[in-house]
């Protein structure tokens, strides 16, 4: 089976540039997808394909890859930013999630 | 406006069953392969189950296969998630999620979820 590693926390000030990062073998053959998830609210997807940015998700968020790892950077983080990341992929059609993110901005 | 609304959790026994509803709206519903998404307490997100938008193809966790079905009625704009032998570790908020092949086949619409307790 595949995994996703991220990292649980990340903390930045606001203004300052957030990188979230996302492992796993399947990530060097398939794309990778993230989403933002805030208490009580139902996921948002931020980032698709490794690095397009769905309408309406602002200009900050980007995203990469390199090998088995994607990045989700946000630039110049806001307070508004501040929520739990998911990355995901698939493969086999099978679709598996990382642990999640918990992006702290303050 | 594009929605998706989850129905049907409640509180079951260990070994009972439950099914799950999803009610598209704003979209053709046909047009979308859906899947379910779950989400224990406290915990992240975990892919349950796929089906094709005209319900020909599933696939299942495997955690779950052998035990769940979905299925959807696209003349009642309806996904389901049939739920058989639940277990403690089936506990969580459901998510049901549209399949958007214009975003690389990412999950672009979810619902706010039902919530499903397993417990005696």
């Known amino acids: 089976s595949y995994e996703l590693t991220q990292p649980s926390s990340v903390s930045v000030s606001p203004g300052q540039t957030a990188r979230i990062t996302c492992s796993g073998d399947?990530?060097?053959?398939?794309?990778a997808r993230w989403f933002q998830q805030k208490p009580g609210q139902a996921p948002v997807l931020v980032i698709y394909?490794?690095?397009e940015r769905p309408s309406g998700i602002p200009e900050r968020f980007s995203g990469s890859s390199s090998g088995t790892t994607v990045t989700l950077t946000i630039s110049g983080a806001q307070v508004e930013d501040e929520a739990d990341y998911y990355c995901?992929?698939?493969?086999?059609?099978?679709?598996?999630f990382g642990g999640g993110t918990k992006l702290t901005v303050l | 406006e594009v929605q998706l609304v989850e129905s049907g959790g409640v509180v079951v026994q260990p070994g009972g069953s439950l099914r799950l509803s999803c009610a598209a709206s704003g979209f053709t519903f046909d047009d979308y392969a859906m899947h379910w998404v779950r989400q224990a307490p406290g915990k992240g997100l975990e892919w349950v189950s796929l089906?094709?938008?005209?319900?020909?193809?599933?696939y299942y966790a495997d955690s779950v296969k052998g035990r769940f079905t979905i299925s959807r009625d696209n003349s009642k704009n309806s996904l389901y998630l049939q739920m058989n032998s639940l277990r403690a570790e089936d506990t969580a908020l459901y998510y049901c999620?549209?399949?958007?092949?214009?975003?690389?086949?990412?999950?672009?619409?979810w619902g706010q979820g039902t919530m499903v307790t397993v417990s005696s």
């Open positions: 394909k490794d690095s």
């Open positions: 089906i094709s938008w005209d319900g020909g193809s599933t």
């Open positions: 995901y992929s698939a493969a086999d059609n099978n679709l598996v």
């Open positions: 399947v990530l060097a053959k398939k794309y």
């Open positions: 999620a549209r399949v958007n092949s214009g975003y690389d086949d990412a999950f672009d619409i």
